[in-house]
């Protein structure tokens, strides 16, 4: 199984060593999203409503140009500065995905190195072997 790198067209390079998306084999990784313009790698900041909405539009973004869907993900692992905001963040993520059909989940209390950020998301997404 190789590895390989998806460039997204408009997206500036991380500021940090890694890469938004990777595939390998039948899976498309990508790596955390937060509250960032994915052109600027300016920080958004915002409520805990406004950074899930931002990640997972970001999230989207990133599946979409990979030629993916929401549907795709199968995993994802989210990452909650404070746990207090788990209700909001869900009021948020349940509307990205369809009932009956979200990812398998994990959301652990974790802060960022970024100190406005207090929400990260990451998935994976499984392509379809047309």
Known sequence: MRKEVIRIENVASPPSPFNHVVKAGNFLFLSSQLSV???????????????????????????????????????????????????????????????????????????SPIKSIDIEIDVIAAVSEE
Do not use: W
């Open 37 to 111: 313009d994915l052109k600027t790698n300016k920080i958004l900041g915002g409520t805990i409503t406004e950074q899930t909405r931002q990640a997972l539009e970001n999230i989207k973004f990133l599946l979409d140009s990979s030629e993916l869907k929401m549907d795709d993900v199968v995993k994802a692992v989210v990452y909650l500065r404070d746990t207090n905001d788990f209700e909001e963040m869900n009021l948020v993520y349940r509307t990205y995905f369809k009932k009956g059909a979200e990812p398998a989940r994990t959301t652990i209390q974790a802060a």
